[in-house]
């Protein structure tokens, strides 16, 4: 008959895993566009039109899949790098700015704030859906535009993602948003 061995026993319990979550953080080298910008801030004041190297960083949390992971880095980072390609080389406008004033002709985009008129060739423009291009507002159209690539590749218990915007070397600004685009109305 077989000495039985002195094994370590492992309990069941070490397995549970309450109160655990999980995400996918990417942030790969290739994750950077080039753009020429200016905002405004404190009402009046209104930059001179400069640029950035700016830097993405995209998360997005969820359970763990059939696969065993949130979602698959492959298709992310295809959809970052498409967003970011896009973003790429151009300035940006914001489209719903009170006072910068977007125009644009078959050849020309012309920006009026005041006193102040830029006029740039009309496919080096691109003219985004926010009030001013700051880090954040850039974030929120990442991240916006990342959700809409892979709303159909990712599962529905996908619970978050995120999107930073470093537009100087350690200087982010950051949207986090719900996965699901529906609101629960309780009223
Ligand atoms: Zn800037």
């Known amino acids: 008959m077989p000495t039985k061995m002195n094994s370590p026993t492992v309990r069941s319990t ?9 995400r ?8 950077t566009f080039s753009a020429a910008h200016f905002i405004t801030f404190n009402g009046d004041i209104c930059e001179r039109l400069h640029g950035h190297n700016y830097a993405v960083r995209v998360s997005i949390s969820g359970p763990l899949d059939a696969n065993r992971y949130v979602v698959d880095f492959i298709a992310l980072k295809e959809a970052t790098l498409a ?17 910068i ?10 920006v009026v704030f005041r006193e102040r008129r830029w006029v740039f060739p009309k496919e ?27 709303l159909g590749l ?4 996908v619970t978050e993602i995120e999107v930073a915007v470093d537009e100087n070397q350690g200087q982010w ?5 719900a996965w699901s685009l529906q609101t629960t109305h309780t009223d």
């Open 154 to 157: 990712f599962s529905d218990a």
């Open 83 to 99: 967003i970011t390609g896009y973003l790429d080389h151009h300035v940006l406008l914001p489209a719903q700015h009170k006072e």
């Open 173 to 177: 600004g950051v949207c986090r948003s």
């Open 24 to 31: 996918v953080d990417l942030a790969k080298e290739a994750f």
């Open 101 to 110: 004033i977007v125009s644009s002709d078959l050849r020309e985009t012309t």
């Open 14 to 22: 070490t397995f549970a895993r309450p109160q655990t979550h999980y």
């Open 124 to 150: 080096d423009c691109l003219i985004l859906p926010v009030v001013n291009t700051t880090a954040e507002e850039l974030a929120w159209f990442i991240l916006n535009q990342i959700r809409e690539r892979t």
